[in-house]
Nanobody, 124 residues
Framework: QVQLVESGGGSVQAGGSLRLSCGAS????????MGWFRQAPGKEREGVAY???????SYRDSVKGRFTISQENAKNTLYLQMNSLKPEDSAMYYC??????????????????WGQGTQVTVSS
């Protein structure tokens, strides 16, 4: 059974940084894609970034140059380094996994395993 557990959320002021972590267990597929998503109150869940098994990455436009997704395979851990945070980045952040190649788009319905989420709050 696949389990994803996020950590690292918190409250920061605008311009600050946070690093989110996602520990993965039970994943056996040789093909996979890992992603970060976020959902603010009253809004739809949106894709933030993904990384595939070869380390290729993709980001939504609003976080390019500020966020970095990475993975440490030896620790089965996914990261999201978030710099220059803005109030509009405030949301619940979710780690997700797909037991197949990454699709070109970062869409929630392409992912079949999800973590519980970690809250990120950025104050102005």
């Amino acid at each position: 059974q696949v389990q994803l557990v996020e950590s690292g959320g918190g409250s920061v002021q605008a311009g600050g940084s946070l690093r989110l972590s996602c520990g993965a267990s039970g994943f056996t597929s040789s093909r996979y894609c890992m992603g970060w998503f976020r959902q603010a109150p009253g809004k739809e869940r949106e894709g933030v970034a993904y990384i595939d098994m070869n380390g290729r990455t993709s980001y939504r436009d609003s976080v390019k140059g500020r966020f970095t997704i990475s993975q440490e395979n030896a620790k089965n851990t996914l990261y999201l380094q978030m710099n220059s945070l803005k109030p509009e980045d405030s949301a619940m952040y979710y780690c997700a996994a797909r037991d197949n190649y990454c699709s070109p788009y970062i869409r929630p319905y392409d992912y079949n395993f999800w973590g519980q989420g970690t809250q990120v709050t950025v104050s102005s």
